[in-house]
């Protein structure tokens, strides 16, 4: 996973893109009463001026968190004794990085500062921004991140650039702003160069008169809900020729920056699961990942977009939810100036910075930590990751026949096929997949035109959408045997009112996809679940056509 190395010889700094805000965004002004936070903290001061609580008076003198140690063996149930205890108190005077009295009082909207600089010191340590003046703003989470993304950058009725198909609470904001989107075609390592090659050169012919797009969303590695990641050397060639701004041919990787600069497109880095990669699923293999340093982990791992970014065109949501715990609501904006600041103004009236129990806890535990110790943490995650990915994968295999893609003529399969085990001739595949190096999902391509069931729908002239329906049977089916399964439909991207059943969305007829996680349930459940899948399958496949 690892990629060529770095051809960058000095940082930069960020170009202008002002015009990139929208009206409201340009409109907004600094809170006064936040601003005049900053200088409570100067010495000497004697402030009447902010109606802030006096800190003697918060109930919380101080609390007692056990945690893990960060080198703890995640694939044991027992709970180290040493070295996991977090005492967080009251006293700003003590040798704690952030206290109580100051998490939990009003602040300037930014986050604590010392967490902030955790974060940036971070940041250049794994990620290597090309631009130097980047800056960290904290934010309740990347849900909340891409929200104030979207609000400072799109009017109403503005077209997103966004994967083929897509986290479905990323639209579900801007879906009501009556903006819409713009899906890009995916190959095996996420969204296609060429096809965004297309749509943009074509923009001008398909959509006369119509805006073009300026924002475009992705989730790089293992994309939610489709498991891909793109890989380092398709992401080096992509974000190298943006920052020399130079185009070396007209063709793939290349052009599709050179259409990024000409189109004057900015990048919206979702990356949740950055930490969780690891190597490619081979079946009877590794029970487990070799040990590594933290040195050898950080090198394995696809570099952010930010590396490349000359022009501080990205903008990274970077969060604890898959690495510490999602109810931290927790996480962080790593961008130019320009764009942070002016999160910072809606921050300030929106949500203001995230809870101070959040920001405490993080920064106690990762001071204790220390930046390599959280590094090995997330290195032995990932291991755990890797291990429940083998799980589902080999749950998959022991309850059906799988063969690889490439040894079967079957259109747009790609990884592995999966047969009934009765199907002992292979003819008739049920889904495809390709097992996932990063993430926590398997995004299966069903072939409905193998059922009875879908062929009846199919004829039924008064059946509008035939693959929405079968979907449906199917999820219902494999609800009633109690394994749940999340409908492959909730991830088409929002292209309009007058695009929403399959065939005016220009879908492929006969095919429909499912997403399964196999990030909460155990090894004994996945092989329970996909026992059940298998019956259901053989059930909707192989049954009376008219009736499940």
Request: overall charge negative; glycine content about 8%.
């Amino acid at each position: 996973m690892a990629t060529t190395k770095h051809r960058f010889q000095a940082q930069r700094v960020s170009v202008d893109l002002r015009h990139h805000l929208n009206a409201h965004s340009k409109a907004r002004h600094p809170s006064p009463l936040k601003d005049i936070i900053k200088f409570m903290g100067c010495d000497g001061m004697v402030s009447l001026a902010g109606g802030l609580p006096h800190p003697s008076l918060f109930p919380f003198q101080s609390a007692i968190i056990q945690t893990y140690p960060y080198d703890k063996n995640l694939s044991t149930p027992e709970v180290e004794k040493i070295g996991n205890e977090l005492l967080i108190t009251e006293d700003e005077s003590s040798q704690q990085l952030l206290s109580l009295s100051k998490a939990l009082q009003y602040g300037s909207g930014t986050g604590d500062q010392s967490l902030r600089g955790w974060a940036r010191e971070f940041t250049n340590t794994v990620f290597k921004p090309a631009c130097s003046d980047f800056e960290i703003l904290l934010n309740c989470g990347n849900t909340d991140g891409w929200n104030k993304i979207v609000r400072m950058l799109c009017e109403p009725g503005d077209f997103i650039l966004v994967e083929q198909y897509t986290y479905p609470s990323a639209q579900a904001l801007w879906i009501p702003m009556g903006c819409v989107g713009v899906p890009i075609k995916s190959d095996g390592q996420g969204m296609s160069p060429e096809d965004l090659d297309s749509v943009l050169a074509s923009w001008e012919e398909a959509r006369p008169g119509v805006k073009r797009p300026h924002l475009l969303y992705l989730v790089p590695v293992g994309s939610n809900p489709t498991g891909l990641t793109m890989d380092g050397d398709r992401r080096e060639k992509f974000m190298t020729s943006a920052s020399n701004m130079v185009c070396l041919e007209n063709s793939g990787a290349l052009a599709k920056i050179e259409l990024i600069l000409n189109t004057d497109i900015i990048i919206c880095e979702d990356d949740p699961y950055s930490f969780l990669q690891f190597p490619a699923y081979i079946h009877g293999g590794e029970a487990a990942l070799n040990p590594t340093t933290p040195q050898e982990y950080l090198d394995s791992l696809v570099p952010s977009f930010l590396k490349c970014d000359t022009q501080g065109r990205v903008i990274r949501l970077d969060t604890f939810s898959k690495t510490l715990a999602p109810g931290n609501r927790l996480g962080y904006f790593v961008a130019n100036p320009l764009f942070t600041e002016r999160l910072l103004r809606a921050t300030e009236v929106e949500t203001q910075s995230p809870s101070g129990w959040s920001q405490v806890i993080a920064m106690s535990l990762l001071g204790k930590w220390g930046m390599m110790g959280y590094v090995e943490w997330l290195s032995n995650l990932r291991g755990q990751y890797f291990l429940r990915r083998n799980w589902m994968c080999d749950s998959i295999a022991l309850n059906f026949t799988l063969v690889p893609a490439t040894s079967r003529s079957i259109p747009g399969a790609a990884g592995l096929v999966v047969f009934s085990k009765d199907d002992e001739s292979l003819t008739t595949p049920l889904f495809s997949f390709i097992p996932p190096t990063a993430g926590m999902f398997i995004w299966a391509r069903f072939y409905y035109s193998g059922s009875s069931r879908f062929r009846v729908l199919q004829a039924d002239e008064t059946c509008v959408d035939p693959e929405a329906v079968f979907e449906t049977e199917i999820w219902a089916e494999m609800a009633k045997a109690l394994v749940l399964l999340t409908p492959g439909s909730y991830y088409e991207p929002w292209q309009g009112k007058e695009k929403t059943t399959t065939k005016s969305r220009g879908g492929e007829t006969g095919i429909g996809f499912f997403r399964l996680a196999y990030s909460l349930v155990t090894k004994e459940e996945m092989e329970l679940g996909m026992e059940r899948m298998a019956a259901v399958l053989e059930k909707v496949f192989k049954g009376e056509p008219n009736v499940l």
